[in-house]
C-alpha cells in the first residue's frame, strides 16, 4: 500500500470509529507495524488533522474534519457499484433508477483511471428471480418510515384471510423475491412482516409513532432472534 494511501485509510478508520483506535488496531488492519502507525499519525497531526489521543491509549478524528467524500478506493468503488446493481435489478421504481443516477454521478466525479471500475466492473449482482406485483405505492411506504407515521394496512394473509392492520412502520426489507414491510403490529401486539405484495391498501394514519426509530429496530432484532432460536 502507497504511504498516500495508507494516511487516507487512517482517517478513513477513525472517521467511522465511536471510540479510540489503538495503534495495535491501526497497524492490524492496515497489516504495517505499530511504528510505522505512530510515525504516519504523527505526520498527519503535522498537517493539522485534528487528531487527538496518544500511543498507548488510541486516536479519535474530530467529527468537525471535512475530507472530500469522493477520495474513493478500488475496493470501495466495487462495494459501491455491485449496490447500485443490486438495487437497480430489484426494481422498485423510484431506488432502481436512483441507482443508476448515483452510479452516473460517482463515475462523473472520480478520477480518470478510477472510472473503468464502474463502466467494466469486477462484481456483478445477480438479476432478480421474477417480477413482485404491487398494487400499492411503495414510496409512501418509505415516507411514513422516515416521518415516523403509523399506516393502516388492507392485508391478505397467506391463507387469503383479508384483515385491517394499524402498523408503526420500521423498515422495508429487499430480498431477491419480495420486499417486507417490518413493522409492529397494535392488532397482534408484537411484530410482523408484511409481504408488500399481499398488502392491498395502505392509509397514513395522522398519529405518530410514539417510540423512535432505533429503538424499535433494537426491540425487532431481539424479536427476530428468538422468534430463530424457538425454530432450531
Not at 410482523?192 to 395522522?206: K, M, N, W
Not at 417510540?211 to 422468534?227: D, F, G, P, S, V
Request: proline share 5%.
Amino acid at each position: 500500500m502507497r504511504r498516500a494511501d495508507r494516511l487516507f485509510q487512517i482517517l478513513q478508520i477513525l472517521r467511522r470509529a465511536q471510540t479510540p483506535v489503538t495503534g495495535a488496531a491501526l497497524a492490524a488492519e492496515l497489516e504495517v507495524s505499530v511504528r510505522t502507525v505512530y510515525r504516519d499519525v504523527a505526520d498527519l497531526v503535522a498537517q493539522r488533522v485534528p487528531i487527538t489521543g496518544e500511543a498507548g491509549f488510541g486516536y479519535l478524528l474530530s467529527a468537525e474534519y471535512d475530507m472530500p467524500p469522493l477520495m474513493l478506493t478500488h475496493v470501495e468503488l466495487e462495494a459501491i457499484a455491485l449496490g447500485a446493481q443490486w438495487v437497480a435489478e430489484r426494481g422498485d421504481p423510484l431506488l432502481s433508477p436512483a441507482a443508476i443516477d448515483v452510479l452516473a454521478k460517482v463515475a462523473a466525479a472520480v478520477p480518470s483511471h478510477l472510472k473503468t471500475v464502474i463502466a467494466e466492473p469486477s462484481t456483478a449482482a445477480e438479476p432478480r428471480l421474477g417480477e413482485i406485483v404491487e398494487v400499492i405505492d411503495i414510496g409512501q411506504l418509505r415516507d411514513a418510515i422516515r416521518h415516523r407515521t403509523k399506516l393502516r394496512l388492507t392485508y391478505h394473509a397467506e391463507g387469503g384471510e383479508r384483515t385491517e392492520r394499524t402498523v408503526w412502520p420500521i423498515v422495508l426489507g429487499y430480498s431477491d423475491a419480495r420486499r417486507i414491510l417490518i413493522s409492529w403490529c397494535e392488532h397482534r401486539g408484537s411484530f410482523r412482516h408484511f409481504r408488500t405484495d399481499r398488502i392491498a391498501a395502505v392509509e397514513r394514519v395522522d398519529q405518530r409513532v410514539p417510540e423512535a426509530r432505533n429503538t424499535l429496530m433494537r426491540k425487532w432484532r431481539a424479536w427476530r432472534a428468538a422468534e430463530l432460536a424457538k425454530g432450531r
